[in-house]
């Protein structure tokens, strides 16, 4: 992965920002494979990293069990915040 301008951070995903520890990314990369239906961990099974994005994943599963109690979906509430930060950002923009 090449260098990342400290100024452009806010045009990449929050996972692969510069200011993230590398756990946290495998934290977040596994919790949003679950979301798009990507079960294989792509790192070492025995490494820390596997043991993150497991825990990720892990997170996500629970996440989506406790909204499917409440009749959601785990896709449709992730799109529905991501939706919400897109206005958000537009409104913020226009001001």
């Known amino acids: 992965m090449g260098s990342i301008p400290a100024n452009n ?3 990449l995903p929050a ?3 510069e200011d993230r520890h590398l756990n946290e990314k495998a934290y977040y990369e596994g919790y949003r494979d679950f979301v798009r239906g ?3 961990c792509p790192y070492n099974n025995d490494s820390l990293l596997a043991k993150e994005w497991q825990r990720g994943q892990n997170s996500a599963y629970f996440v989506n ?3 499917l109690n409440n009749g959601t979906l785990l896709w449709a509430w992730f799109k529905k915040k ?3 930060r897109l206005a958000n950002k537009k409104i913020a923009k226009a001001a």
Do not use: D, F, I, S
């Open 65 to 67: 069990l406790k909204l």
């Open 82 to 84: 991501q939706n919400q």
């Open 38 to 40: 990507r079960l294989e």
């Open 15 to 17: 996972t692969q920002t």
């Open 9 to 11: 951070n806010k045009a």
